[in-house]
């Protein structure tokens, strides 16, 4: 496929909504893109075989990207298991299923970095996958994703088709989930700490011990990273999509004080669990394609605290 992608083609963003698929559709209108489609959960469901079939008869999308997920933190995977793993089965082999049939040229599956083992040496390369045993707080939305990971390989052997995969680190950025119950830590942060300025507390409470380290990317610098795959990445690996950086969580919650504004103090509860200790992506493969990331975390979240406060009373979750 090569460099050139059709920028009049019709482009479905599965997921639109969401924060990634949001970010992904504003910026293919920006970068060119004509005739980018989405729909709403409402309007399709794509846990519906029949729905999703009928959907790409109509529609006959050139390029997919899929970024519909059910998607959650730490507590919403360990609570909601089999949601986690029957939804996005259902949801990638609708998907993928209905773009092979229909001729969809370039598919761009997208995951997570969670589907590395456990203790995958770090920064975790991309053939770490399926060489230890996963964490258990998220694993069952792992298995999905790495089926969809798998989809998309035998898809190309057996159908010759050049869809791809990338597994995204820790995302954040406008459109996020600010439900403190299932959302991901970065959000929830910036919603703990503000409500504690709010109401002048002297402390707030982050989960687990503080140590475990997480890398945080930008939605806006992921959604180029999407332009750039559909473009010039063809090979049957994922490909991670990081930062290359992380941070504790410790570091992380003295950020958002620090941006939101609190000077009170950090309480640890350790009855929370911390999940994997680490999981930091090798992005050595995307930067040789020419991205890299280019929003600094204290950046990002000012930004998406900005963000916070002006769309607070309709936020997901508030
Ligand atoms: P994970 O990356 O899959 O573990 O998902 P999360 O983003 O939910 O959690 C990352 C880390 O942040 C874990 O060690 C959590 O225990 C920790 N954490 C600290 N405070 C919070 C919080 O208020 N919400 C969430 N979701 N995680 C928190």
């Given at each position: 496929m090569g460099e050139g992608l059709d920028r009049s083609a019709r482009t479905y963003v599965a997921g639109h909504r969401g924060l990634v698929g949001g970010a992904v559709f504003r910026h293919l209108q920006s970068d060119g893109f004509t005739d980018v489609v989405g729909r709403t959960s409402?309007?399709?469901?794509?846990?519906?075989?029949?729905?999703?079939?009928?959907?790409?008869?109509?529609?006959?999308?050139?390029?997919?990207?899929?970024?519909?997920?059910?998607?959650?933190?730490?507590?919403?995977?360990?609570?909601?298991?089999?949601?986690?793993?029957?939804?996005?089965?259902?949801?990638?082999?609708?998907?993928?299923?209905?773009a092979a049939r229909t001729g969809v040229q370039k598919v761009l599956f997208l995951g997570s970095s969670c589907i590395y083992p456990k203790f995958a040496p770090q920064p975790i390369r991309e053939d770490s996958l399926l060489t230890g045993v996963l964490e258990p707080t998220n694993d069952a939305y792992a298995i999905a994703k790495i089926a969809g990971v798998l989809q998309v390989q035998a898809l190309r052997r057996q159908h010759g088709l050049p869809y791809v995969s990338a597994m995204p680190t820790n995302l954040y950025g406008p459109g996020d989930n600010f439900d403190l119950k299932g959302s991901h830590v970065l959000p929830a942060l910036i919603r703990k700490v503000h409500e504690a300025k709010l109401r002048g507390d002297r402390e707030y409470v982050v989960w687990g011990t503080g140590t475990p380290r997480r890398e945080f990317l930008h939605v806006e610098d992921l959604a180029r990273a999407t332009v750039a795959l559909l473009e010039r990445y063809d090979d049957p690996a994922p490909i991670n999509v990081g930062v290359g950086e992380d941070v504790t969580i410790r570091e992380l919650a003295e950020t958002v004080a620090d941006v939101v504004g609190f000077d009170g103090e950090i309480v640890f509860d350790t009855s929370k669990p911390d999940g994997t200790p680490r999981k930091l992506l090798d992005v050595s493969r995307i930067h040789a394609l020419g991205w890299k990331a280019e929003i600094a975390l204290r950046d990002g979240i000012a930004s998406t605290y900005q963000w916070f406060l002006e769309h607070h009373a309709d936020a997901r979750g508030l």
């Open positions: 409402k309007e399709l469901d794509l846990r519906d075989r029949a729905a999703v079939d009928a959907f790409f008869d109509e529609q006959r999308p050139a390029y997919v990207v899929l970024a519909a997920a059910k998607v959650g933190g730490i507590l919403a995977n360990d609570t909601y298991p089999a949601d986690f793993l029957s939804d996005n089965v259902r949801i990638q082999v609708n998907v993928l299923d209905a």
